[in-house]
């Protein structure tokens, strides 16, 4: 939906091109399925859905792979366009702990606006049982 949402690059371990899910039956909604890398079997969330958007898979999708809360997940985002260094003056932090965005980050004098997810809210902890009983 032409939005652009950011993520702390502490959070992912690393970014791979889009490649088939297998789906799990009985998974929820937002989870798409499973892949293998490398040999370690890895749920893959629809970020998308899970925002309350529209997936669309295309030759720019990408997986994040982001350890949250000592699982590994894949996250598909529709695109990963850069990693960037943003200067402070830029950043207006939530005062509230538990806010989906933990940050809005304002670039190019106002006509850009990034929300920053906080990934454990995102996935919380309710989330994360459910993506693990999937793997069981």
Do not use: W
């Not at 652009?4 to 798409?32: G, L, M, N, R």
């Not at 399925?33 to 925002?51: A, F, H, Q, Y």
């Not at 695109?79 to 939530?94: G, P």
Request: aromatic share 6%; charged share 30%.
């Amino acid at each position: 939906n032409h939005e652009e949402f950011a993520i702390a690059i502490t959070d992912v371990q690393e970014i791979i091109k889009y490649t088939e899910v297998t789906p799990v039956p009985e998974a929820p909604q937002f989870v798409d399925g499973v892949i293998n890398l490398r040999g370690v079997v890895i749920p893959i969330v629809s970020l998308p859905e899970r925002l309350g958007f529209t997936k669309e898979i295309t030759p720019k999708s990408k997986i994040l792979v982001c350890e949250i809360k000592s699982e590994k997940i894949g996250l598909f985002v529709d695109d990963v366009n850069e990693i960037m260094f943003v200067e402070n003056k830029n950043v207006a932090k939530s005062t509230k702990e538990d806010a989906l965005f933990s940050e809005v980050i304002t670039l190019d004098d106002g006509k850009r606006t990034i929300l920053k997810l906080r990934i454990t809210e995102v996935l919380d902890d309710n989330t994360i049982e459910s993506i693990k009983m999937i793997e069981q």
